[in-house]
C-alpha cells in the first residue's frame, strides 16, 4: 500500500533562511512522487516532480527535492525562504501499478516571518 | 482549453436539494480525478475516471455521491440530498495518462450548503 507522511504539519522560517519541508513514503514499487502547493485561497500548482529520472529534482521558484530511496524520503528543500512562499505544500505519491492513482499528505503549512 | 475548467466556482444550496458540479479537463486528458478538499485539509480522493470509465470509486463518501464522464472528456460529480457536512471546495484534476503524468487542477467548486 501507498502512503505518505508530512513530518510538520506547520513550518516557521525567518525570510532569507533554508526551508526544509520533510516527506516520507511508503510504496512497495517504484514511485513517483510529487510536491504541490497552495497559496491561500488558490488553487494547487505543481511545484516539481521526480518520475525516477535524477534523483535530485528543480523545481520552480527556486525549489528542489531529493529522492533517497534508502531513507524512503522526498524532502523539499529551499536556500532562501522569500515572503511569498507562504503557503500550504502537499507531498503526493504515485504508483504507475494501481492504475494512476494519487495519494496526498495531510500538508504543512509554511510561515515566513520577515 | 488552456486548463482545467470548473464550474460553477460558487455554489450555495439549501439542505435537501441536489447539486451538479461540472469539471473540463484539459484537451486530451486521459484522466480524470475529484477530490474534495475542508478548509485547513488536504485533497481528499474521491473518484477517477479513465476516458469514460470510472476506475475507483472507493472515496465517494457515500451513496449520495455519484459522478460520471460520459464521452471521457466532461465530467459531473452530483450530490443529491446535500447535507450541511457536504460543505468545502471540491477540486477536478486532469492528467494525460501517460506514464506517472502530473495532476493539473481546476480552481475548484465551493460548495455551501446552508
Known amino acids: 500500500a501507498q502512503s505518505v507522511t508530512q513530518l510538520d504539519s506547520h513550518v516557521s522560517v525567518s525570510e532569507g533562511t533554508p526551508v526544509l519541508l520533510r516527506c516520507n513514503y511508503s510504496?512497495?514499487?517504484?514511485?513517483?512522487l510529487f510536491w504541490y502547493v497552495q497559496h491561500p485561497n488558490k488553487g494547487l500548482q505543481l511545484l516539481l516532480k521526480y518520475t525516477s529520472a535524477a534523483t535530485l529534482v528543480k523545481g520552480i521558484n527556486g525549489f528542489e527535492a531529493e529522492f533517497k530511496k534508502s531513507e524512503t524520503s522526498f524532502h523539499l528543500t529551499k536556500p532562501s525562504a522569500h515572503m511569498s512562499d507562504a503557503a500550504e505544500y502537499f507531498c503526493?505519491?504515485?504508483?504507475?501499478?494501481?492504475?494512476?492513482?494519487?495519494?496526498f499528505g495531510t500538508g504543512t503549512s509554511l510561515t515566513v516571518i520577515p | 482549453g488552456a486548463g482545467v475548467s470548473q464550474s460553477p466556482r460558487y455554489k450555495v444550496t439549501k439542505r435537501g436539494q441536489d447539486v451538479a458540479l461540472r469539471c473540463d479537463p484539459i484537451?486530451?486528458?486521459?484522466?480524470l480525478y475529484w477530490y474534495r478538499q475542508a478548509l485547513g485539509q488536504g485533497p481528499e480522493f474521491l473518484t477517477y475516471?479513465?476516458?469514460?470509465?470510472?476506475?475507483?470509486k472507493s472515496g465517494l463518501p457515500n451513496d449520495r455521491f455519484s459522478a460520471e464522464r460520459p464521452e471521457g472528456s466532461i465530467s459531473t460529480l452530483t450530490i443529491q440530498r446535500t447535507e450541511q457536512r457536504d460543505s468545502a471546495m471540491y477540486r477536478c484534476?486532469?492528467?494525460?495518462?501517460?506514464?506517472?503524468?502530473?495532476?493539473?487542477f481546476g480552481n475548484g467548486t465551493r460548495l455551501t450548503v446552508t
Open positions: 484537451s486530451g486528458h486521459v484522466s
Open positions: 484534476a486532469s492528467s494525460s495518462g501517460q506514464g506517472i503524468s502530473p495532476l493539473h
Open positions: 503526493v505519491v504515485s504508483e504507475s501499478h494501481t492504475g494512476n492513482q494519487f495519494y
Open positions: 475516471f479513465n476516458y469514460e470509465a470510472q476506475q475507483d
Open positions: 510504496s512497495s514499487y517504484s514511485p513517483s
